[in-house]
Nanobody, 129 residues
Framework: QLQASGGGLVQPGGSLRLSCAAS????????IGWFRQAPGKEREGVSCISGSEGTTYYANSVKGRFTISRDSAKNTVYLQMNSLRPEDTAVYYCATAPDTIATISLLFPNHQFDAFGSWGQGTQVTVSS
């Protein structure tokens, strides 16, 4: 089971760090994706990190502002979000997927999220003045 945390209310231009923690299994063997969904909008893949090599992918909408990383000792994957904008407002989720080259180079960039599972409860991020 995954648990996303760290959301909150922040002003435009501010920062938040989201955490995705796992219980009962090691995240090291999985690719981890961060997703978000705003009311009335489709789920969007924000960022993904592979398990074995730490290869990362970012959606164009967050590239240069968000950074994904993992801490194996804490069995946690982070999403550092800087320069936040009102359009970043959404519920953010994390999920696991098989740690394959296809996951991060093909499936995630092309919005093919069927391979992702172990969805945890999301965390609300609200960017507003």
């Amino acid at each position: 089971q995954l648990q996303a945390s760290g959301g909150g209310l922040v002003q435009p231009g501010g920062s938040l760090r989201l955490s995705c923690a796992a219980s009962g299994f090691s995240l090291d063997y999985y690719a981890i994706g961060w997703f978000r969904q705003a009311p009335g909008k489709e789920r969007e893949g924000v960022s993904c990190i592979s398990g074995s090599e730490g290869t990362t992918y970012y959606a164009n909408s967050v590239k240069g502002r968000f950074t994904i990383s993992r801490d194996s000792a804490k069995n946690t994957v982070y999403l550092q979000m800087n320069s936040l904008r009102p359009e970043d407002t959404a519920v953010y989720y994390c999920a696991t997927a098989p740690d394959t080259i296809a996951t991060i180079s093909l499936l995630f960039p092309n919005h093919q999220f069927d391979a992702f599972g172990s969805w945890g409860q999301g965390t609300q991020v609200t960017v507003s003045s």
